[in-house]
């Protein structure tokens, strides 16, 4: 399915071909999923994380972030490419 959605060719991706969002639907990993309940919101989550309150990005995981100094030059190998820049 992520490699139908994924592709970088829109003859072949889902949701782009004739079907539109019935390929997508149809998929044998959506197997089972009553649609017209889903829509009317009749089917629980299978999964409902804990959220403190509004910003609460406890349920992801963290990374370090990499700093980069603004305003500072850096080394720039296209910087001739664009000089009025």
């Known amino acids: 399915l992520l490699k139908r959605l994924l592709t970088s060719d829109l003859t072949k991706r889902y949701g782009n ?37 509004e910003g609460d990005a406890s349920n992801f995981d963290v990374y370090p972030e990499e700093r980069e100094p603004y305003g500072k030059s850096c080394n720039d190998c296209y910087r001739d490419k664009f000089p009025s820049f």
């Open 17 to 53: 071909l004739k079907g539109g969002s019935k390929d997508i639907k149809g998929h044998v990993w959506f197997k089972g999923v009553d649609w017209d309940r889903l829509l009317r919101r009749e089917i629980q989550a299978p999964y409902v994380p804990t959220v403190i309150g």
